[in-house]
Nanobody
Framework: QVQLVESGGGSVQAGGSLRLSCTGPIVTFAPMAWFRQAPGKERDFVARITWDSGNLYYADSVQGRFTISRDNAKRMVYLQMNSLKPEDTAVYYC?????????WGQGTQVTVSS
């Protein structure tokens, strides 16, 4: 099992910003993605990035507000979240793309209040 560790979540007001981080031994060479799971809902895709950062893709709901990036030397993947909305409230996870069951970590909680 290769677990990824997410951090950087918190509670913010609508319009605020947060930067999430993800680290793990596989980050150096794998395509990576962020996902989120809101209470009572399924886990959804948020953003993905190729291993060389050459291609980025976002869910429509976050396009223009969130930015995914990575630093392979540090084995880190980031998600910069701006203009946060209450509907962004969820537990955020990183994983490879496509995701693997044995890579899910604990996630990091993001709560956005109106």
């Amino acid at each position: 099992q290769v677990q990824l560790v997410e951090s950087g979540g918190g509670s913010v007001q609508a319009g605020g910003s947060l930067r999430l981080s993800c680290t793990g031994p596989i980050v150096t060479f794998a395509p990576m993605a962020w996902f989120r799971q809101a209470p009572g809902k399924e886990r959804d895709f948020v953003a993905r990035i190729t291993w060389d950062s050459g291609n980025l893709y976002y869910a429509d709901s976050v396009q223009g507000r969130f930015t995914i990036s990575r630093d392979n030397a540090k084995r880190m993947v980031y998600l910069q979240m701006n203009s946060l909305k209450p509907e962004d409230t969820a537990v955020y996870y990183c994983n490879t793309m496509p995701p693997r069951e044995d890579h899910w970590g604990q996630g990091t909680q993001v709560t956005v209040s109106s």
